[in-house]
């Protein structure tokens, strides 16, 4: 592992990992390898890490395509698109850190259209008290 952190910029790099991942829809079948650098020595650890990683992450998209219809978003020029999935992922974070109201991320966001008293309080955080 010396020899690919030369100059010291990754501490506690281990070892180099990489899934293998096939999925299949309609009848077309793709491959993906994706390749990590590690803090973990055994195989074990790494397959835990790496799935905890993409259950996160499909977890997340589905809460966007639900909460925010994520999928069905049809900007296209220049640099909308990502500038809207910053935004889409910032409005999560506050309605997922607001826990006066006990309903879910869309439920939370219809009544932040509903109530802009609900709607000042997600935008300011939540109370420090």
């Known amino acids: 592992m ?4 030369q100059q010291e910029k990754w501490p506690g790099l281990c070892s180099v990992g990489m899934v293998e991942a096939e ?3 309609g009848g077309v079948v793709s491959r993906d390898r994706r ?15 790496a799935r905890g990683h993409w259950g996160i992450e499909n977890g997340m998209h589905w809460v966007l395509n639900v909460a925010f219809r994520e999928d069905h978003n049809r900007t296209r020029a220049d640099h909308s698109a990502h500038n809207f999935a910053i935004l889409r992922h910032i409005a999560l974070n506050l309605l997922k850190s607001e826990r006066r109201v006990k309903v879910g991320v869309k439920g939370k966001r219809l009544n932040c259209g509903w109530n802009h008293g609900y709607l000042f309080k997600v935008l300011l955080g939540p109370s420090p008290i």
């Open 2 to 5: 010396k020899y690919l952190d």
């Open 23 to 25: 999925r299949e829809v």
């Open 35 to 49: 390749y990590y650098l590690c803090s973990v020595s055994s195989v074990g650890e790494f397959a835990h890490a």
